[in-house]
C-alpha cells in the first residue's frame, strides 16, 4: 500500500514546488521533492513514467512533460510514496490514471479535493 500522493510543479526560479500531498501527516523535504523531479528531468522532456529508490522509501512517478508533448499541464510530477518493500511497477498503470485525473484539475486547483478518494483507490491495489 502506497505511503502517500505527491505533487510536484517545478519553478524555475524556485525550483521544486509541493503543490500538495496526501495523507496530511507525511514529511516532505525539498531533497525528497529534488530527487523525485531530478529522475524524471535527467531522462527526458517528453511524458513518462520513472522509479527511484530512497533511504526511506521507493518512488513511481508521472512527469507530464514540457514543451509540445506535454500532458494537462507543464511541468507537473505525480509520485506515489511506497513502502521500501514494494514494487513500484504494480503500480504503473494505475498511476496512468491517477496523474491523468489530477493533472487535468491543476488549472483550476481542483486537484486537491480529489487526493484523498485517489489515495483510497490505491490502497485497493
Excluded: C
Excluded at 509541493?18 to 525528497?32: A, H, M, R, S
Excluded at 491517477?98 to 489515495?119: N, S
Aim: hydrophobic share 40%.
Amino acid at each position: 500500500m502506497p505511503v502517500g500522493i505527491l505533487v510536484i510543479k517545478w519553478d524555475n526560479e524556485i525550483g521544486p514546488i509541493n503543490e500538495g500531498f496526501y495523507p496530511e501527516n507525511l514529511k516532505i523535504t525539498n531533497n525528497l521533492l529534488t530527487q523525485i523531479y531530478s529522475s524524471h528531468r535527467y531522462q527526458s522532456l517528453k511524458p513518462g513514467f520513472a522509479s527511484i529508490s530512497l533511504k526511506n522509501y521507493k518512488v513511481v512517478s508521472f512527469f507530464s512533460g514540457v514543451g509540445e508533448m506535454t500532458v494537462s499541464v507543464e511541468n507537473y510530477v505525480v509520485a506515489l510514496l511506497l513502502r521500501r518493500d514494494e514494487k513500484p511497477s504494480k503500480y504503473r498503470e494505475v498511476l496512468k490514471t491517477i496523474a491523468a485525473e489530477i493533472l487535468d484539475k491543476i488549472p483550476d486547483g481542483k486537484f486537491k479535493a480529489i487526493l484523498p478518494e485517489l489515495y483510497k483507490e490505491l490502497t485497493k491495489v
